[in-house]
């Protein structure tokens, strides 16, 4: 091996090094990213944990209605709810059949669905 090989190896293995380093530096940018992305993701897990902990006045107004405590009027109130929801998706272009539930519904009615909301 000569000097000129000799000289263009080493060369070329300071580019390739200097390349190692700036992928390194890369790397390691976007791993500190990913920390606070995990930390910040970390606190709003613990937030969002202590947020449903914590009972508030509206879920404690859902399990009454749920254990059958409210007035026939707020059931009825959820119910055409419910129904308005599933008009809305029908209407949106989503099956709101068992057979199809939340399949896209094409240009076409379906027979299904359709019997499902004329049903009162």
């Given at each position: ?98 057979i199809h539930f ?19």
């Amino acid at each position: 091996m000569d000097k000129k090989e000799l000289f263009d190896s080493v060369s070329s293995m300071e580019m390739q090094i200097g390349e190692l380093y700036q992928q390194l530096g890369e790397l390691k940018q976007y791993l500190a990213e990913l920390i606070e992305e995990n930390h910040a993701l970390k606190i709003e897990n613990d937030h969002l944990r202590k947020h449903m902990d914590t009972e508030t006045p509206e879920s404690s107004v859902s399990k009454n209605h749920s254990k059958g405590t409210g007035s026939v009027y707020d059931k009825i109130s959820e119910i055409s709810e419910g129904y308005d929801n599933l008009a809305r998706l029908y209407q949106e272009g989503f099956h709101i059949c068992n057979i199809h539930f939340g399949s896209p519904r094409g240009d076409e009615d379906c027979l299904f669905c359709l019997s499902f909301l004329n049903k009162k």
